[in-house]
């Protein structure tokens, strides 16, 4: 089956600095990635995904890239910020519609001011 | 707004006790997941079911049941709890778009 690893499993940056968090998948059919992000005692919730026949996805400060062919994904965060201390979390699915989600492991991301 | 409300935030339970672990959704979603949180494990899926009565056995069903006998509802029965399901267990929701809606999660501790 799917298997998705994920690192760092910890990063520390600078207020304003970027972050990059890296997964890799092992399912060439997989063609669905997504990333959640959970605060502290909350929810995971979805940041941002990506499908198969893109490349690239933005959305104001975050962005994801996608390599095929490597089978590995990348979240970026620029201008990072202190709300964005969080866990992340990338996952992989072989279905349209995500039903069997593959996450991986997590990252905890701080963010010092 | 989607809201996916799981019955209990903590949980007590003894070695060898039943438990439910119940989970509702108001947004009329087909599809409703199980998920347990292991730190360094990320989410891993449980059972999922995609209509009423209708379920999937996910990456770690072993020791769990499921039960969806209304479509808002899913429930997570742990027949003989034991202390290695000591854990988080998140709860999720869909429509066929791809984002899953969690819940805040219920948190076993099973002594």
């Known amino acids: 089956g799917e298997n998705v690893e994920q690192h760092p499993s910890t990063l520390s940056v600078q207020e304003g600095d970027s972050a990059v968090i890296k997964c890799t998948y092992s399912d060439s059919a997989s063609n669905y990635f997504p990333w959640y992000k959970q605060e502290l005692g909350k929810r995971p919730q979805l940041i941002i995904d990506?499908?198969?026949?893109?490349g690239e996805k933005k959305d104001q400060r975050i962005a994801v890239t996608l390599n095929k062919t490597a089978k590995h994904f990348s979240l970026h965060i620029t201008e990072t910020q202190p709300e964005d201390s969080a866990v992340y979390f990338c996952a992989a699915s072989t279905e349209e519609y995500g039903n069997k989600l593959v996450f991986g492991a997590g990252t905890i991301l701080r963010v010092k001011s | 707004d989607v809201k996916v409300t799981q019955s209990s935030r903590y949980l007590v339970k003894r070695t060898g006790e039943k438990v439910f672990l119940e989970c509702v959704q108001d947004m009329d979603h087909e599809n409703m997941f199980w998920y347990r949180q292991d730190p360094g494990l990320g989410l891993r899926l449980i059972y999922f079911s995609y209509d009423v009565k209708m379920k999937e056995k996910g990456d770690i069903p072993e020791g769990y049941s499921v039960s969806r006998e209304k479509k808002e509802r899913f429930s997570l029965i742990l027949e003989s709890a034991s202390t290695n399901q000591t854990s988080m267990y998140l709860c999720a929701s869909r429509i066929n778009t791809g984002e899953l809606f969690f819940g805040e999660g219920s948190r076993l501790t099973v002594l």
């Open positions: 990506i499908r198969s026949n893109v």
